[in-house]
Nanobody, 126 residues
Framework: QVQLVESGGGLVQPGGSLRLSCAPS????????MGWFRQAPGKEREFLAV????????DYAVSVKGRFTISRDNAKSTVYLQMNSMKPEDTAVYCC???????????????????WGRGTQVTVTS
């Protein structure tokens, strides 16, 4: 399995922005669908966004649609999550993961994804 490493987390004020990055720790030729999830203390892992290998298709959870944007740079083997208009309820550990397929209309859950990163902490507070 691919080892994924997230970065870019930190402390941000409400209304602020952060950009997370996710990249494999080694070289990979994997053409994977990539997703972002988050998990807050005491809560289940929550799907946020997914992007297909070419970057031509994306999907978002209702809770973040319009505020978060997923993108990828395959030349750098990196997937990004741009987070804007952040709220205290966005506080969580954010993880990226790979999926081996893309099916339009999929209701994405953690079960669709294989390799996971360890996550990066995002804290939204004034």
């Amino acid at each position: 399995q691919v080892q994924l490493v997230e970065s870019g987390g930190g402390l941000v004020q409400p209304g602020g922005s952060l950009r997370l990055s996710c990249a494999p720790s080694g070289r990979t030729s994997s053409r994977s669908t990539m997703g972002w999830f988050r998990q807050a203390p005491g809560k289940e892992r929550e799907f946020l966004a997914v992007i297909n290998w070419s970057g031509s298709s994306t999907d978002y959870a209702v809770s973040v649609k319009g505020r978060f944007t997923i993108s990828r740079d395959n030349a750098k083997s990196t997937v990004y999550l741009q987070m804007n208009s952040m709220k205290p309820e966005d506080t969580a550990v954010y993880c990226c993961a790979t999926a081996s397929y893309w099916l339009p209309g999929t209701i994405w859950t953690a079960a669709d994804f294989g390799s996971w990163g360890r996550g990066t902490q995002v804290t939204v507070t004034s």
